[in-house]
């Protein structure tokens, strides 16, 4: 089936309502699709320049090693040489902290979402929100969350 835009705006205003709730600083959140295609982007007022490229880089490195960019972040104190590679391959493009989640429905992967904005911690909890609020199930590390 794949992500559609209507899904991606979906998404997106539920995780910038959770942004909301939680008092966070202003986000950005970018929705790819699983071939690494952005589908739906929004930057809140105020939010910081990088951002786009952080919340991308985020989704994208999610989707490039297919576990959440949490997961990639532990991976990457673990084993920094290979993600020194990583970075070189991707062209600086993944992002290894916590705000990358997978999207995924009964099919498996259909995309993922990036937010930056707050602390990591807060963009991955609104991009959950954002997923659920969708219907769908967020992936933080390397399987998806217990249903």
């Known amino acids: 089936m794949g992500l ?4 991606a705006v979906a998404i997106i205003e539920a995780a910038l309502a959770r942004g909301h709730e939680l008092r966070l600083a202003p ?7 699983a071939g690494g295609h952005l589908v739906a982007l929004q930057r809140e007022d105020n939010s910081g320049i990088l951002r786009v490229e952080i919340a991308s880089g985020k989704a994208w490195g999610a ?10 972040g532990e991976r990457a104190t673990k084993v920094p040489h290979f993600f020194n590679a990583l ?30 904005g707050d602390t990591s911690d807060n963009d991955e909890a609104c991009a959950l929100a954002g997923i659920a609020a969708a219907g769908l199930v967020g992936q933080t590390g390397a399987r998806p969350a217990e249903a």
Not at 4 to 7: C, D, F, P, R, V
Not at 27 to 33: G, M, R
């Open 4 to 7: 559609s835009l209507k899904t």
């Open 27 to 33: 986000l950005t959140v970018a929705v790819l699709d």
């Open 63 to 72: 989707l490039g090693m297919g576990i959440g960019s949490r997961e990639l």
């Open 87 to 116: 970075a070189a391959a991707s062209q600086g493009r993944l992002v290894p902290v916590a705000g990358g989640v997978l999207v995924r429905d009964a099919s498996g992967i259909i995309g993922a979402v990036g937010i930056s």
